[in-house]
């Protein structure tokens, strides 16, 4: 029986919620197809930090090596500033095992009200590749003159041509693969004076060796109002860490729910092991009421599995779930339902 | 009689289109009022560009000084890169007449078909509070090992206490004069290591000054999000350059069309002119056409005659808007009409 051995942080909040559900599925598919799981749990979390004053342990990556892939929950709680906790845990695990890719699907399933006007299923179905791993997110930079009325904040942004091309190139690979061969690249190089222009001259570059892709640029301002006004147009999106987390945040908004996003944070080397998550976070204000819910976890879950190559496992789970959602009997108050965070699981599980 | 003095800079594409129309129906309120326009007409663009060399003489910006407003179409075309474009002739205009603050409303019209399901007028209703001259829109940074594989371009923010607070003071005495007194601020502390956590501070700082004022924060991948499943929440919304661009461009399209929506560029101190524009940009698409909606344009012009302390001028061109929109006779296409520029202006003029 093959099995898979994953690392579980289901983190702060409703993490700690939402990934049995993920693990209860993947179990229910698992037994159908003869695949195991050695799952092993480790309690990194803002509690942890308030125990120990450290995310995680001095070799918490190190640990991590091993396991074919990490499973994630949610990571952040009030008491512990955003960034210690997210750069003590989340954003180390995506840079040092080089998950530079960020894949995130953004799709209206029949079943989920959708806050635009006159959208039905179908009309959503594109992809957010977001660089991973630099670009904005950076702790380069500093305080001059600190806490004096003087102060300058300078915050670096640094991207490089291995890190913007491999990024590209999945992003080109990607929409090669789909029926639209569509790629949109967010930028703003009217206002962003070195990084975004290059940024722009790198796309234009690499679009030279995929001619069969229609090829198109936003500035990232009016590429969010498009998101609302003409969502059927996009196919696959590719931005930088900072414009791809906006619009991986957008894109499942207008589809009724961001509760329902995950986000894959791959390394396609497979050098090091990937890692799967809901788009959600930790959400403090529901944490603990068990109305959390769990489909963003459930669908990372499956992302996981079809990137260990288990399709047939992938497929069982996102079937289960648009049947779910199709049901609509057991959907949690996001979605306009009553059902808690167990029952929508459980409905997932036996529709499996 | 009162005699302002403005200086026109209609720029590129539409641009060229749409301020006519703002100047007839400023014209318009002005006989009513008794207030004389004197218009001076800059052709600066990428025309002038193509011709010479720069997008305005080296002395535009001091040829500016002596007029009481500036009224800006729009700024960029193909053929000149957006950056070059941008910087020769908007950005130095924002930055030497130290307009730190760029006032956009956000509102919801009866007559303009709303893309989100279920919202009537009155549900959108807001002001996105932008800091306009410092932030992510530097031209701080440059390329390492240029035209290299190893290329590396650092893209530098700049945020000073000095402009963060201002702009933070101005939206603050906003949210202050409004019956909700709510102020939400738009931030990505989680990911964005120095700038973010300390812009976090100084609004806590300052909320301490504004005890009445209701105070929250998102980062702004789900504040974009919550644009569109929540807008009813907001009231007054500050963000820094970046993040104010792309809110206030996600927020119209949120209420229909981008191309309704004004952008003020504030000198509060007036010790210089201020500038006022549509937010759309020069829309090469359908440049020439003569369909480009107006209002964006009518709008800012209303906020400029505010600024000049006409708020009767200001009144009767947004009374004439709302009255042309809910009449709905003379809408252009965006709106879901048919009218040209020239008749949705003509309209608007005979309202008034
Ligand atoms: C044209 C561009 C530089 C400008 C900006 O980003 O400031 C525009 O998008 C705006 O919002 O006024
Ligand atoms: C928590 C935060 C640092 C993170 C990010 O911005 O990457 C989250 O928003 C996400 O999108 O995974």
Redesign the pocket.
Same mark, same amino acid.
């Given at each position: 029986m093959a099995k898979v051995k994953i690392a579980v942080i289901p983190g702060d909040g409703i993490g700690k919620e939402v990934i049995p559900e993920g693990i209860r599925a993947l179990e229910a598919a698992g037994r159908k197809f003869g695949v195991e799981y050695e799952w092993t749990e480790f309690d990194w979390s803002c509690e942890t930090y308030h125990k120990t004053g450290r995310m995680m342990p001095e070799d918490g990556i190190e640990q991590l090596k091993q396991f074919d892939a990490i499973y994630l929950g949610a990571? $952040?709680y009030p008491g512990v500033p955003?960034h210690i906790s #997210?750069w003590g845990l #989340? #954003?180390p695990i995506r840079r040092e095992f080089e998950q530079y890719v /960020?894949l995130r699907p953004v799709r209206l399933f029949e079943g989920v009200p959708c806050p635009l006007a006159g959208k039905k299923p179908g009309d959503i179905d594109f992809y957010v590749v977001r660089e991973n791993v630099e670009g904005e997110?950076s702790s380069v930079g500093g305080i001059q003159y600190e806490g004096t009325e003087h102060e300058v904040v300078s915050q670096q942004a640094i991207f490089t041509r291995r890190g913007t091309d491999r990024i590209l190139r999945y992003a080109f690979d990607l929409a090669q693969s789909r029926p639209k061969k569509h790629l949109s690249s967010a930028t703003k190089s009217n206002g962003i004076y070195h990084s975004m222009p290059w940024w722009d001259s790198r796309v234009a570059e690499m679009a030279k060796e995929y001619p069969e892709i229609n090829v198109d640029q936003y500035h990232i301002d009016i590429l969010t109002a498009n998101f609302v006004r003409m969502p059927e147009h996009f196919d696959v999106v590719v931005g930088s /860490?900072l414009f791809g987390?906006i619009l +991986?945040?957008l894109g499942p908004g207008c589809t009724g729910t961001i509760a329902i996003a995950p +986000?894959a944070n791959i390394n396609p080397e497979k050098n090091f092991p990937s890692m799967f998550?809901p788009?959600h $976070?930790s959400a403090p204000d529901i944490a603990g009421k068990g109305i959390a819910n769990p489909l963003g976890t459930i669908w990372a879950g499956a992302m996981m599995m079809q990137h260990l190559g288990y399709d047939n496992i992938h497929d069982s789970l996102m079937e289960a779930m648009e049947t779910v959602l199709r049901e609509a009997k057991a959907l949690t108050g996001d979605m306009g339902g009553s059902a808690t965070t167990i029952e929508l699981g459980k409905a997932v599980e036996e529709a499996i």
């Open positions: 990571v $952040g955003d #997210l #989340l #954003l /960020n997110y /860490n987390d +991986s945040d +986000s998550e788009v $976070g």
